[in-house]
T-cell receptor, first 113, second 111 residues
Framework: DAMVIQNPRYQVTQFGKPVTLSCSQTLNHNVMYWYQQKSSQAPKLLFHYYDKDFNNEADTPDNFQSRRPNTSFCFLDIRSPGLGDAAMYLC????????????FGSGTQLSVL | GENVEQHPSTLSVQEGDSAVIKCTYSDSASNYFPWYKQELGKRPQLIIDIRSNVGEKKDQRIAVTLNKTAKHFSLHITETQPEDSAVYFCAASTGYSTLTFGKGTMLLVSP
């Protein structure tokens, strides 16, 4: 039973064309994260929400934005995708931010043409 | 901020052998050290974690050890099986920060 659901599994967009990735959770967790993972690399945290509080990582480009309209859903918006943004985007949740297990979604593989 | 180094980047073993993956961290305030396993094309999943108040934790064939003085922790897998083949990520966090991941170790277990 999927607890963190990401759609779509694969997304193709054009260079510069805005794209939105979605994530939903059935765990009622307080925290939702967005990670970028490129091939053979560690997941890189872009930002996270603790409830409605948004926390951006210092090195996350302005091109990446996020929305969390309610507890269950979180969106990643890439305003003008570049070729370097092609990656797997992983959504994760946890009850809290400190010392808590992360539950990952299956990810969305983004291709930029 | 926290920096986590992980070695080796690739590890090949024969089925039944043991495998050890090592990580070091920079922030002495770090107190939570999980290990995630990511099979090819799948999501990362937590396999074991350890907190700074213990030195070792075991779960069947998997164990993690922590040396706070040296600021390193290790994952030990005994009696490896082909289904253990995956990328393993270590991570660390303090009492006030999110997780910092290591770069991962690709473990290949040959039958």
């Amino acid at each position: 039973d999927a607890m963190v659901i990401q759609n779509p599994r694969y997304q193709v967009t054009q260079f510069g064309k805005p794209v939105t990735l979605s994530c939903s959770q059935t765990l009622n967790h307080n925290v939702m994260y967005w990670y970028q993972q490129k091939s053979s690399q560690a997941p890189k945290l872009l930002f996270h929400y603790y409830d409605k509080d948004f926390n951006n990582e210092a090195d996350t480009p302005d091109n990446f934005q996020s929305r969390r309209p309610n507890t269950s859903f979180c969106f990643l918006d890439i305003r003008s995708p570049g070729l370097g943004d092609a990656a797997m985007y992983l959504c994760a949740t946890s009850r809290g931010t400190v010392g808590e297990k992360l539950f990952f979604g299956s990810g969305t593989q983004l291709s930029v043409l | 901020g926290e920096n986590v180094e992980q070695h080796p980047s690739t590890l090949s073993v024969q089925e039944g052998d043991s495998a050890v993956i090592k990580c070091t961290y920079s922030d002495s305030a770090s107190n939570y050290f999980p290990w995630y396993k990511q099979e090819l094309g799948k999501r990362p999943q937590l396999i074991i974690d350890i907190r700074s108040n213990v030195g070792e934790k075991k779960d069947q064939r998997i164990a993690v050890t922590l040396n706070k003085t040296a600021k390193h922790f290790s994952l030990h897998i005994t009696e490896t099986q082909p289904e253990d083949s995956a990328v393993y990520f270590c991570a660390a966090s303090t009492g006030y920060s999110t997780l910092t991941f290591g770069k991962g170790t690709m473990l290949l277990v040959s039958p």
